[in-house]
Each structure stands twice: as structure tokens, then as C-alpha cells.
């Protein structure tokens, strides 16, 4: 298993800046995602983070909105950029222990105002 | 198109009373995982299940997988307040790499 330490836990900001959300794992792992989720509702995957390339974005995700860094095996980013109200959600980071037992941060609840 | 259909989205029961939430998709897995997240933190694994019929159980969970390896349930038995939460059922596939397919849900309320 894996803990994840990811944040800030929850900020509120004001609509057109930027907002870096950080995510600490305590060992080497191979794959780290990005999620984003509305409260009790399913996770919708933004990203994998790529150690050393580009990140790899799903439909409807791009780079300009959601840059993502990953410098090392243990250590990635996700910025939320240019925010308006409709990016409020929670955002999830997670890495992979095995070949497919995901294990997540505690999440980033952003409410932009 | 959602891949994983969960059932039901939500469910309100009383202490004590046995429950199953279903997972079910046309498409093959090659494992899938269930998740019980609490408000406020992220999804924790209770289980994963990779051989088509398996059964696992964790105290009073009960995790099936089909023998076609396209669905799963999970059934609680005699259910406590500390059960409650936003049950997720979680799929891979071999096409996939390591991304997961999640389930839409189940949002569990056990009352007292």
C-alpha cells in the first residue's frame, strides 16, 4: 500500500486565477492520476502523470486548463488554471500499488467564487 | 455511455439489515476493485477480485465476481452505522493499461 499526502485539503478562490495542488506519495510508485469528482458522486480521471514526459489527458481535459507535473516517482502537481465556478469540485490524486489497487489522497475540495 | 452501471445510487436502511449493491457492465474486466469513500477523504480499496466466480469476504462484506467477469456485487450483512458511505465499484481492463473504469456509486446511509 501506499499513503498519499495531497494539498491543500480545500481552498476557495476567486474566479480567473490559478490554484496548484500539490500530492506527496511515501514510496516509488509507477502511475499517479489525476481525478476530479462532485460530492458523492463517481470519479472522472483528468490525467495519468508521466514521470519525465507529458502527461497524458483524457477526452475532454487538456493542458492549458490542467497542467500537470510529475518530477520524481513519489511527487506530482495538477494546476487548475484560469479557474471559473464550474471547475468547483473535488480533486483526487492517486498512485498505483500493484498492477491495477489504486490508493488516493484525501482530496482537494476547491470551491471558486 | 457509462461502462460500469452500479445499482442502486442510493440507499437508506436500518441497523441490522442486509443489503447488495450490484455492478454490472457488457464489457469484460480483467479485475475489479470495490472503494468505500467517507466525506471529506479519498476512495480507500476493501477489495479486489480478479478470477471470474471468485468470493472474498471482509468481515460482514461479501465481494462475488461473475463468472464472466462483467459484473460484481457486494453484500453487507446486519449493517452498522459505521458502514455508511459512497460504496464504488472500480474496474481494469487489459486495453485499458492501469486506468480504472468507476462505477457511478452507491451512497449508503445506515441509521440507527
Known amino acids: 500500500s501506499a499513503v498519499i499526502s495531497q494539498k491543500p485539503s480545500r481552498d476557495i478562490c476567486q474566479r480567473g486565477t490559478s490554484l496548484t495542488i500539490q500530492c506527496q506519495v511515501d514510496s516509488q510508485v509507477t502511475m499517479m492520476f489525476w481525478y476530479r469528482q462532485q460530492p458523492g458522486q463517481s470519479l472522472t480521471l483528468i490525467a495519468t502523470?508521466?514521470?519525465?514526459?507529458?502527461?497524458?489527458?483524457e477526452s475532454g481535459f487538456v493542458i492549458d486548463k490542467f497542467p500537470i507535473s510529475r518530477p520524481n516517482l513519489t511527487f506530482s502537481t495538477l494546476t487548475v488554471s484560469n479557474m471559473s465556478p464550474e471547475d468547483s469540485s473535488i480533486y483526487l490524486c492517486s498512485a498505483l500499488s500493484g498492477v491495477t489497487e489504486a490508493f488516493f489522497g484525501q482530496g482537494t475540495r476547491l470551491t471558486v467564487v | 455511455t457509462q461502462l460500469l452501471e452500479q445499482s442502486p445510487q442510493f440507499l437508506s436502511i436500518q441497523e441490522g439489515e442486509n443489503l447488495t449493491v450490484y455492478c454490472n457492465s457488457s464489457s469484460v474486466f480483467s479485475s475489479l476493485q470495490w472503494y468505500r469513500q467517507e466525506p471529506g477523504e479519498g476512495p480507500v480499496l476493501l477489495v479486489t477480485v480478479v478470477t471470474g466466480g471468485e468470493v472474498k469476504k471482509l468481515k460482514r462484506l461479501t465481494f462475488q465476481f461473475g463468472d464472466a467477469r462483467k459484473d460484481s456485487s457486494l453484500h453487507i450483512t446486519a449493517a452498522q452505522p459505521g458502514d455508511t458511505g459512497l460504496y464504488l465499484c472500480a474496474g481494469a481492463k487489459q486495453t485499458s493499461g492501469s486506468r480504472l473504469t468507476f462505477g457511478e456509486g452507491t451512497q449508503l446511509t445506515v441509521n440507527p
Open positions: 502523470a508521466n514521470q519525465g514526459s507529458e502527461a497524458t489527458y
